[in-house]
């Protein structure tokens, strides 16, 4: 009697680390095996105090926020690659570096369980480690520097040509991001609604309602059909002005009449620059590995491993 009630004592204690063990036990084992270690750290400079990460231990939870982990393995491994090379670009040769200084989002496990669904939390956050655990160290460089690595959901059907110093952003095709969820949106404004929005830009002449949209002309648009510049009454704004006063979704757009009032027609998700994470996805989908989907987006790059 004395060893079967010593037996429920030990049992009562162990109940809540089988129970835990049985819903993350793969996590947990997984994190036996650490990601391989940078030795560069990151200053979790957040509230109630101040800790440090390595990048390599970071990084799963910047990738969870920027691609779906539906993606494919060799698309999440190439966003892994883009994280990185973002990261030690903004450390600048340094070891380490204040998360308040990246600019860039993350996700704690709890927020990817809240993110991705109980059921698919555990295949979902192993795919993320795995593509970066699978990348370790590699980052991009063009002519002996680390490139900046932009990156976008889903360019028009062509991703944009970089200036003279992005000269590694070249047009690529990607004739499949047509079908990507969220390629085509429709926002309509009234009159008044629309020229408010513009007359909240700094600088912005004031334009009245009756102006809309007649008053509205596209100027330039480059050959992925984002929009360059645009008229709106006697002011000319960069694409991207009217894009973020609009809330649009890409500076992929048009306005026409109505019912009363204007409607812009979007193409694309996010800016068109770099690597299209969609078009990455249909690569990926043909057999493309991350190591011959970057050299795609991003020309004359080199893969290395610091």
């Not at 060799?74 to 600048?92: F, S």
């Not at 460089?141 to 590694?168: C, Q, V, W």
Request: charged share 25%; aromatic share 10%; with cysteine.
């Amino acid at each position: 009697m004395v060893k079967k009630a010593v037996m429920m004592c030990i049992l009562a204690l162990l109940f809540p680390y089988i129970i835990t063990l049985a819903w993350t036990g793969k996590i947990e084992e997984q994190k036996k095996v650490p990601i391989m270690t940078s030795g560069k750290k990151i200053i979790l400079d957040r509230k109630g105090g101040q800790s440090y990460m390595d990048v390599e231990e970071y990084l799963p939870g910047v990738v969870a926020k920027q691609m779906p982990a539906d993606y494919g393995k060799e698309a999440l491994r190439a966003q892994a690659i883009i994280a990185r090379t973002y990261i030690y670009g903004k450390m600048n040769g340094q070891n380490e570096i204040k998360e308040s200084g990246l600019h860039m989002e993350y996700l704690e496990e709890k927020q990817m369980e809240k993110l991705w669904g109980s059921e698919s939390f555990i295949a979902s956050y192993q795919a993320v480690e795995d593509a970066v655990r699978s990348t370790a160290g590699t980052v991009m460089m063009y002519d002996g520097k680390l490139i900046d690595p932009l990156f976008h959901r889903a360019s028009t059907g062509k991703t944009r040509a970089g200036d003279e110093n992005h000269p590694y952003l070249q047009s690529a095709d990607c004739s499949r991001d047509v079908e990507a969820e969220g390629f085509l949106t429709v926002a309509a404004f009234s009159r008044e609604d629309f020229a408010g929005k513009i007359n909240q830009i700094s600088g912005a002449v004031p334009v009245t309602a009756e102006q809309i949209p007649e008053s509205c002309q596209i100027i330039l648009r480059d050959e992925g059909g984002y929009v360059g510049q645009v008229q709106i009454g006697t002011k000319v704004y960069t694409g991207e002005e009217i894009q973020y006063a609009l809330g649009l979704p890409s500076p992929s757009y048009g306005f026409e009449e109505y019912e009363g009032g204007v409607r812009a027609v979007c193409q694309g998700i996010g800016h068109g620059y770099g690597m299209s994470q969609y078009g990455a996805r249909c690569k990926a989908e043909e057999g493309w590995t991350a190591e011959k989907i970057l050299p795609y987006f991003y020309k004359n790059i080199v893969l290395i491993s610091e």
